[in-house]
């Protein structure tokens, strides 16, 4: 309503709506799940990592001549898997492993055949450490953003307790799930001044140093996991390849546009778009038998299982996270100061579709939580779908039951 005079400008009720209810979005980020709110979601990423390179969205634009970064790091080698590449694994010695496998594999995979990311040897595999790695991979971030803020004031001179007040360090980072059902991060990596995008970083801030350090750190920080009598104390560290290339604006390097782009592709793609997990948690080991996805990821499934059952390892809800293979971070995380944020730019998109040329407006809701899920009559078709995913779960169960028994 008019918030001078009270006229009625516009009213809205749910009684002419289909079952008398307002559907609104799930924002459910995963393309298989909801692809018109993933692609929303995709589109706010965007915009909120494009903000933090380029300016805009309450960044000021002198961002894009700070150092900046876009880094990536990797999971380290748990095992030899097959690659796409013009040979595989060529090894001329040949030789088998302790398990009578083939140490190496003089094949020419193609990037979609099923071989690629498969262990050459499943037995030889390091499943353990694969899972544990994933359940601590949020720490070892952690760990390595630490490490770098504490390198560079070690770099310049100053005492590391002080570099807040020199310097700030922000950042966004993707998770990424590989063929090797592997989790990588790709990251975009910025130096400000101490309190954020509106100052400007000290002189000694270039980005040279910033790489060093970024590199330094990847190659130290390292995360112990809690002892087990089954396992012991492992060692969990980022893996070899260790990329950090600067972001220029004379497009000298990536472009920032593109690096955006790649981050917001990423961030609607869950662990079931490489076949690395599900898009469903598991709720018993049965689920496990009859998932459609690999042996290779079936057996760090049930890993996470087993492990899961060790109080050790009880804090880390590997049955939980067993459908993302024990990986249990948020799929894009930001600093604080990087950018603004998915509820400022839910606020403004609901503002531009809105009254937003009635500044003197006033808004009166009364909203009643109904609930979640398909409306009546959608609710009939799910019934239906559901009982044939039953159906078929009980197939597949049976099946696998009848295999293990043959073999």
Known sequence: MDGTTGEILHHYDTRNEPGERLLIRCRNRRATVCPACSRLHAGDTYHLVRAGLLGGKSVPDSVRHRPRLFVTLTAPSFGPV???SELCR?????????????????LIHTPDSPSVGQPLCPDCYDYTAHVLWHAHASKLWDRFVIDVRRRLASSVGLVQSRFAQHARLSF??????????AVHVHAVVRLDGPTGPDDEPPAWGTAELLIDAVRASARRVLVHTPYSP????????????????????????????AVAAYVAKYVTKGASDTGAGTDYPLTARGDIESAPVSEHVRALMRTCWRLGGLPEYAPLRLRAWGHTLGYRGHILTKSRAYSTTYAALRAERARHQGHADLPEQITERHWRYVGSGHTPGAALIAAGVAEDLVLAHEVAHEQARLLRGHT
């Open 82 to 84: 097959h690659r796409a």
């Open 90 to 106: 060529p090894r001329p010695d040949g030789g088998t492993c302790e398990h009578g496998h083939p140490l190496g594999c003089g």
């Open 172 to 181: 966004a980072r993707v998770a990424e799930y590989q063929r090797l059902a």
């Open 230 to 257: 089954a396992v012991g104390e492992l060692r969990l560290r980022w893996g070899a390849q260790i990329d950090a290339r600067p972001l220029r604006t004379d497009g000298d390097g990536p472009d920032d546009d």
